[in-house]
């Protein structure tokens, strides 16, 4: 995957050696800016606006998060327990499927609950629907995924019942209906992928009393259409008499943070090689899972190139090749952009490779705070 990360703003003047390496540094001026950006179209659009904590669960900065948007979306048990202890307002859950000595306090904790199939509707229904309201998630069968993997509407998707097999389903059962089906994308997709909905379920919808059109809205994205896309919340509410709801989490976090590394060891093997005190494994494991290239401050177009990679015994531990001005030194700190999303919620201690600390820098201000750092005692309690 090519990333999405856009200009580093103001961490090109931040000094890298102000907090411990390594270490996410997360901009709360800038993701100051991302929230008043999606408050902008829920006002105008009248549609609600849940943080994905699946994306970005930050809970120091959840009174920011409450001061601009309606509430938070959970994938569970603990991330609802998350939502309601620390965070404000609304929150939806979703699961592919429920456990049954889960579901009543998921349910306790949820306002809407979204179930994956008619099946397990059927199976919790009854228990759930006392405490919140009930939806489905529907597949549109209308791939706009670049990468399969990523792609909810891909052949054999396990999220979503496709449309193609409700024919028969009572939509009396449900208040709402969920549809997930982007990733890192603009306004376009999501319209084509609504009207293929509106073409299968026509008047069904009218039935409704939400639509949740979930998460992968790039909308804080500079090229994002915001128009078109509040436009299109206020004629579907209008049109079906429904609320609107969208899920974003890397909209939230989209260029907010950095993660800080050191240089360990600079060995040659037919290349230029830096061992760092990052792990792509470890602590940004999306570069080999989606895989994608993050992008390195102030690298430039051409100069002295280093292949870059952890510490871990891992062989595929490597973050990928980089160029850098000046040949690069041992004790030298560099920065991987728009961190702050999915890395840190994803990180691990394989090998027992310490995790980064968590910084909040206020650009505006200039104002800095070591939110956390972790000790051995947070790799040993994990085991047993």
Not at 41 to 64: C, H, I, P, T, Y
Not at 74 to 83: F, H, K, M, R, Y
Not at 208 to 235: C, M, P, Q, S
Not at 244 to 263: F, M, Q, R
Request: hydrophobic fraction near 40%; aromatic fraction near 8%; charged fraction near 20%.
């Amino acid at each position: 995957m090519e990333t999405q990360a856009g200009d580093p703003g103001a961490f090109r003047a931040f000094d890298l050696h102000r907090v411990p390496s390594p270490c996410f540094v997360v901009d709360r001026a800038r993701l100051e800016q991302n929230l008043q950006i999606l408050a902008d179209v829920k006002q105008r659009s009248g549609a609600k606006v849940l943080l994905a904590l699946k994306a970005f669960s930050m809970w120091s900065l959840a009174d920011l998060v409450g001061e601009y948007l309606d509430g938070t979306c959970a994938s569970g048990l603990w991330e609802a327990t998350l939502a309601k202890e620390k965070y404000h307002g609304e929150l939806t859950t979703f699961s592919a499927a429920y456990k049954t000595s889960e579901i009543d306090a998921i349910a306790e904790l949820s306002d809407h609950l979204l179930f994956n199939s008619p099946a397990q509707l059927a199976a919790y229904a009854d228990r759930a629907e006392k405490h919140c309201s009930l939806g489905l998630r529907i597949n549109p069968e209308h791939s706009e995924g670049e990468v399969e993997k990523y792609d909810p509407c891909a052949p054999c998707s396990r999220l979503g019942t496709p449309l193609s097999q409700l024919g028969d389903f009572d939509w009396s059962q449900i208040d709402g209906i969920h549809m997930h089906t982007l990733c890192e994308q603009g306004f376009e997709p999501l319209e084509r992928t609504f009207a293929a909905v509106e073409r299968a379920l026509g008047g069904k919808l009218h039935s409704l009393k939400w639509i949740n059109f979930g998460g992968g809205h790039h909308i804080t994205r500079a090229d994002y259409d915001r128009e078109a896309l509040v436009e299109f919340l206020t004629r579907v509410q209008h049109q079906y008499g429904v609320q609107a709801y969208i899920e974003p989490g890397e909209a939230v976090a989209l260029d907010t943070g950095i993660l800080i590394g050191e240089i360990l060891d600079l060995p040659e093997n037919s290349m230029s090689l830096a061992i760092t005190d990052l792990s792509a494994t470890c602590h940004m494991p999306d570069v080999i899972e989606a895989p994608y290239r993050p992008a390195l401050l102030d690298e430039p177009d051409a100069g002295h190139t280093y292949r870059l990679g952890g510490p871990s015994c891992l062989a595929g531990d490597v973050i990928g090749d980089y160029t850098f001005a000046e040949p690069l030194k041992v004790g030298q700190r560099i920065a991987f952009l728009d961190q702050a999303h999915y890395s840190m919620v994803k990180t691990n201690t394989f090998n027992g490779i310490a995790l980064p600390s968590i910084a909040i820098w206020d650009s505006a201000t200039d104002a800095l705070t070591l939110q956390r750092e972790f000790s051995y005692s947070d790799f040993r309690d994990r085991l047993s």
